[in-house]
């Protein structure tokens, strides 16, 4: 299966139209009726209809393959294209927002930094593709668990922070004055659904293990970065929020109470491109061992 073609299908497929996918491609309308129908012909089936343009069941079905197959692609050729490159004098540094602690930013470069805020999902996929020399992404685990990656390309992962989770709820709330809280009271609360700035809900779902789609009601969607603002909302009663300790304080009208069961922790790790490409250097070095140290 030639990844031209394939690359020209899902674009196809994305945009619905061969026209749109032309212009972003780059390529006459032509050149892609072409290799869409060069695709079939070499896998036997019709992958699109016409009129208007969608894929047929088996289009829809090489989607599912197509997104996995393109980005092993993309980061086989970023892996090798680092033998070749010469040594950086800047930092691209692509992080998920919660994993943007003070020790993290006090461990970058004073000049020559590119931070990134991205979600979690695009932050392994940033470093495997070389569109950034390091990553760092956050998310909950047991205390001597590594996170939940997902498989992108070889990318070597070391934990550089853990701290406990908090509820973010009101000051008045009754909930309010307990020492601790247990996941288990709170699966039928009210909750803010934040899944860049907070601990998504599918994650509580997830550890809780109740039943598929149970529990962790959403009150309000927060689709920002902000996790102050995810702080405010839930000061002002609009649902409950799970955050890492160090980021519930000074919340105004906020109460932060500890998570106790199940022991979880909020973990941040760095990610760098695994393989033999030597130790690092220049910028990257520096952070990384500020890091690690």
Do not use: C, N
Request: proline letters at 9%; a neutral charge; zero cysteines.
């Amino acid at each position: 299966m030639d990844p031209h073609l394939l690359r020209t299908y899902v674009t196809v497929a994305r945009l619905a139209s061969f026209s749109e996918a032309a212009r972003d491609l780059g390529y006459t309308q032509s050149a892609v009726s072409q290799h869409i129908a060069a695709l079939e012909a070499d896998l036997g089936l019709p992958l699109l209809t016409r009129r208007p343009v969608a894929p047929t069941p088996a289009g829809e079905r090489l989607l599912e393959h197509a997104g996995a197959l393109l980005l092993r692609l993309d980061a086989a050729r970023a892996d090798l294209d680092r033998f070749t490159a010469a040594p950086r004098a800047t930092l691209d540094v692509a992080a998920s927002p919660l994993a943007l602690t003070a020790r993290v930013l006090a461990a970058l470069p004073a000049t020559g930094v590119t931070l990134r805020a991205l979600s979690r999902e695009r932050v392994p996929v940033a470093v495997a593709t070389g569109d950034a020399d390091a990553g760092l992404v956050d998310g909950i685990a047991a205390p001597s668990d590594p996170l939940r990656l997902p498989d992108v390309a070889p990318l070597a992962a070391t934990g550089v922070a853990d701290e406990p989770l908090a509820v973010v709820l009101p000051g008045r709330h009754p909930l309010a004055a307990r020492p601790g809280l247990r996941l288990d009271d709170l699966v039928d609360a009210r909750w803010l659904d934040a899944p860049a700035a907070g601990i998504p809900l599918d994650r509580l779902r997830a550890v809780h293990g109740g039943p598929a789609g149970r529990g962790f009601r959403t009150a309000l969607r927060y689709e920002g970065t902000d996790t102050r603002t995810l702080g405010a909302l839930a000061a002002a009663g609009h649902g409950l929020a799970l955050l890492p300790l160090s980021a519930t304080d000074g919340v105004p009208g906020a109460a932060a109470v500890p998570l106790v069961a199940p022991r979880l922790v909020h973990r941040v790790e760095l990610l760098l491109p695994a393989g033999a490409h030597g130790e690092p250097s220049g910028p990257v070095a520096e952070f990384t061992g500020r890091l690690k140290s």
